[in-house]
């Protein structure tokens, strides 16, 4: 099953839906075939952050850093239960513009899934600066793409139009305000790191097929389906 996933490597609830979702379809044997799609949460972002995490969430969203540190502690429990290691203190956001560049030439040779796991790794758990690039060429690295083509990328231009496509996909057409974002097979949209039930419900439903459109008229023709 086809499902288009837009997302941002510095979100944990999109790590925390990836990882619900690829449990879910493997419980109910359903092959899934993802294709990632760029959304950046800042992209004014600089290539690494000079103040914690925590205070620059505190001064994006109006909050004390208590609230926030709580809200981060709240979710990197909701992490562990997908298996998911949130080291909150260490993360460092930083710039994903050109994470998101990797991720678009890992998918086109068939690495998408190994390049999204692997920057959310490197930025959740290991707590390295996702915009600079030592970390992505580190992470190219261990999911085995060629250094010279890796470098190429990041002295380039090349996949800057896909991620700017992207975005703008998922602004003007699908009006996403927030990710992650879900759509199976093409006509159904989902959006959150829903439950696990959540997940099934929509799976089996993108397993049926469309429901016929009805021959109808109105005062000026008739149209069939």
């Known amino acids: 099953m086809r499902v288009d996933i837009w997302s ?3 979100c944990p609830f999109c790590y925390i839906g990836k990882k619900r979702l690829e449990e879910v379809a493997e419980e109910a044997g359903i092959e899934l075939e993802v294709h990632w799609h760029s959304y950046q949460l800042d992209s004014e972002a600089p290539e690494r952050q000079t103040i914690s995490n925590s205070e620059r969430l505190a001064q994006k969203y109006g909050r004390t ?13 909701m992490a562990k239960a997908e298996g998911i290691e949130f ?13 998101h560049r990797l991720i678009h030439l890992a998918q ?6 190994e390049a999204k796991e692997a920057l959310f790794y490197s930025y959740m758990t290991q707590g ?17 793409l060629n250094p010279v083509e890796v470098d190429d990328l990041l002295d380039s231009d090349e996949f800057a139009d896909f991620v700017k496509f992207d975005q703008e996909v998922a602004r003007d057409q699908l009006k996403v305000t927030g990710v992650p974002f879900f759509v199976f097979d093409q006509r159904i949209a989902l959006a959150g790191a829903q439950p696990r039930e959540v997940f099934l419900q929509v799976l089996e439903k993108a ?11 109105n005062d000026e023709q008739c149209d069939t389906p």
């Open 65 to 77: 850093l208590a609230e926030v540190e709580e809200m981060q502690r709240n979710i990197a429990q």
């Open 108 to 113: 086109s040779k068939g690495l998408g899934n």
């Open 87 to 99: 080291n909150w203190q260490q993360a460092n956001s930083g710039n994903t513009f050109n994470a």
């Open 207 to 217: 397993q049926q097929p469309p429901a016929a459109q009805a021959a109808s008229c």
């Open 8 to 10: 941002d490597v510095v």
């Open 128 to 144: 390295l600066s996702i915009g600079e690039r030592e970390t992505l060429e580190d992470v190219a690295a261990r999911i085995g």
